[in-house]
Structures are given as structure tokens and as C-alpha cells.
């Protein structure tokens, strides 16, 4: 069965102590793998599509990267405003398959 | 930026009652869903929609559940006997091209006493 893991479910940082997750999954014929930012209450919030091995994606202090088994979205100089959950899902069959996500708490 | 929308915010309903969940896709995107998250669990699919069809189910989605799109921008969310569990946060999303990125609307909060 398709499953998408991430790691670690919980991860307290100090501004700017820079930091890394992980979403691994286990897919045939991957066709891109999506990372989303949540915040409570709210709906999933669109970050980056990445779609091969090696390709990366910035955005401000957020930056995605892929290989052919998991992909890590790295934090850098984290600020309290990027505290939220961050989810990764890959599509197949009319669907995403969504992680359970890691929840990310910056303290100032 | 176009967004998808959502209504209502939030519905309390009792026990065996119909309620209908309603969204409004971005415009120019083909492909419809609707997913739900139950407090502290992960973000699960329900169904998605296309040309006016249900292209893929979950075992989720049994024959409580229907999805319409009634005219060029709504697209619903029909739960037809609501029981305690189906309390839970139900997002709407729509995408372009169904294995592309899919933009997810803010969500109502389903409340089933």
C-alpha cells in the first residue's frame, strides 16, 4: 500500500536555529510530491511541487528538496511566524495521500 | 489571487440530520475534491470529481455521501444521515490537472451532536 511517513511528528526550534524534515514515501510512479503548510483550523496552505530526484524549490527561509525516496524540507533561521504544521503528499489516482505532518514551533 | 471558498464556516448539527457543505472552486480548475481531517489525525480523502463524474472513492465515502456540482462554480458536499463521526473538519480543493498541485479551500468544521 502507498504511504507517505514524516518525521518528526514534533520539532521545537529557537529562532533562527536552523532545522530539517523529512517525508518519506513509498509510491509506484511517482508523479511529483506537494508540500503544504497548515495552521490550526485552517486549510492546507499550497508551498511547492517538486517532481524529479535533485530538483529544489525556495521560498524565503523555507527550501524543498527530493530524492528518489524522500524529500526534506529544510528551515532556515526559522522566525515564530513559520510555526505551523508542514504536510508533504504525493498524488496517484485522482488523490493525494497526505503524511500526518510535523508540527513546527519556533520560539522568539 | 483566486482562492477557493468554502460555506459555512462551521455547521452544528443533531444526530441523523442532512447537511450540505458547499465550495467554490478557482475557476479555470477541472478537477474537484473533498477531503476531511479529524481533530489531530492526518488529512484524508474523501472523493474526487471531474466532467461531472466521480473519478475515485473512498471507503470513507459510503452511500451517506453524494457530491454535485449544480451549476458553473459550486460544487457540494452532501452527508445524507449524519452520525457522531463524521465530526470533523471538511476541506473542498480543485486542481488543473489531477496529479498536479491541488489548492485547498478553509475548511468547515462539521459539529455532530
Known amino acids: 500500500e502507498d504511504q507517505v511517513t514524516q518525521s518528526p511528528e514534533a520539532l521545537r526550534l529557537q529562532e533562527g536555529e536552523s532545522s530539517s524534515l523529512n517525508c518519506s514515501y513509498t509510491v509506484s510512479g511517482l508523479r511529483g510530491l506537494f508540500w503544504y503548510r497548515q495552521d490550526p483550523g485552517k486549510g492546507p496552505e499550497f508551498l511547492f511541487t517538486?517532481?524529479?530526484a535533485g530538483e529544489e524549490k525556495e521560498k524565503e527561509r523555507l527550501k524543498a528538496t527530493l530524492t528518489k525516496k524522500e524529500s526534506f524540507l529544510h528551515i532556515t533561521a526559522p522566525k515564530p511566524e513559520d510555526s505551523a504544521t508542514y504536510l508533504c503528499a504525493v498524488p496517484h489516482d485522482y488523490k493525494l495521500s497526505f503524511g500526518a505532518g510535523t508540527t513546527v514551533t519556533v520560539r522568539a | 489571487e483566486p482562492e477557493v471558498t468554502q460555506t459555512p464556516s462551521h455547521q452544528v448539527t443533531q444526530m441523523g440530520q442532512e447537511v450540505i457543505l458547499r465550495c467554490v472552486p478557482i475557476?479555470?480548475?477541472?478537477?474537484f475534491y473533498w477531503y476531511r481531517q479529524i481533530l489531530g489525525q492526518k488529512v484524508e480523502f474523501l472523493v474526487s470529481f471531474y466532467n461531472n463524474e466521480i473519478s475515485e472513492k473512498s471507503e470513507i465515502f459510503d452511500d451517506q455521501f453524494s457530491v454535485e456540482r449544480p451549476d458553473g462554480s459550486n460544487f457540494t458536499l452532501k452527508i445524507r444521515s449524519t452520525k457522531l463521526e463524521d465530526s470533523a473538519m471538511y476541506f473542498c480543493?480543485?486542481?488543473?490537472?489531477?496529479?498536479?498541485?491541488?489548492?485547498f479551500g478553509p475548511g468547515t468544521r462539521l459539529t455532530v451532536l
Open positions: 475557476s479555470n480548475h477541472l478537477y
Open positions: 517538486l517532481y524529479s
Open positions: 480543493a480543485s486542481g488543473q490537472i489531477y496529479y498536479n498541485e491541488q489548492f
